[in-house]
């Protein structure tokens, strides 16, 4: 099943994609506001929810998805991220990280939770937990979010063409072939 655009994109168009690390709400950016600021954000994903469950199933078939537990900390899960890359299942973790908490509604926050994902992706569980405490691993996943906010970006989707072009937010697939052939066409976007 395809769960994004560029998913779809990716089946007319060759492409390399690279996943990069970008928190919504890092920890160092939370604030005593937070719960005031948490709450008006709640009511915004309430009131549009409704949308989001129409396109999720007419545009990817997804005919279960939940609005995932709020406020929870995403940093450990792109950790996971790098590990998955080193193993080979990259793709493979992020589908099921989603599906963690889209579908399934589980804390991505918790490494039993992602070790348990990368296990079931062929990854050795006690490697895979011990991988999420690396210092290293981290410090990629804060130099990837400082690359990002450095390129501009503050929300996500969002798709870099050659370090050069951002593509910010949802995306139709027919959006995304035609400036991904333009870009291979031309070596521009004009």
Do not use: C
């Not at 199933?57 to 590990?83: C, F, N, P, Q, S």
Request: aromatic fraction near 6%; avoid cysteine.
């Amino acid at each position: 099943m395809i769960h994004s655009s560029l998913e779809s994109a990716a089946k007319e168009v060759p492409l390399a994609i690279e996943w990069r690390a970008f928190e919504l709400r890092p920890q160092e950016s939370r604030s005593p506001d937070d719960e005031r600021e948490m709450a008006e954000k709640k009511k915004q994903i309430d009131a549009f929810w409704p949308r989001v469950e129409k396109i999720a199933k007419e545009v990817y078939g997804l005919t279960r998805i939940t609005r995932g537990l709020w406020g929870i900390d995403t940093r450990l899960a792109h950790v996971g991220a790098k590990v998955a890359r080193e193993a080979g299942v990259e793709d493979g973790y992020h589908l099921r990280v989603f599906e963690a908490h889209w579908v399934d509604q589980k804390d991505i926050s918790q490494p039993g939770v992602l070790a348990e994902i990368a296990a079931d992706l062929g990854v050795d569980r006690e490697s895979f937990a011990r991988s999420l405490e690396t210092e290293e691993l981290t410090a990629k996943v804060l130099a990837e979010e400082m690359e990002a906010h450095r390129l501009g970006i503050n929300g996500v989707p969002a798709v870099i063409i050659d370090r050069r072009y951002l593509i910010s937010g949802a995306q139709p697939k027919e959006t995304l072939v035609r400036v991904f052939r333009q870009y291979a066409e031309q070596g521009r976007l004009d």
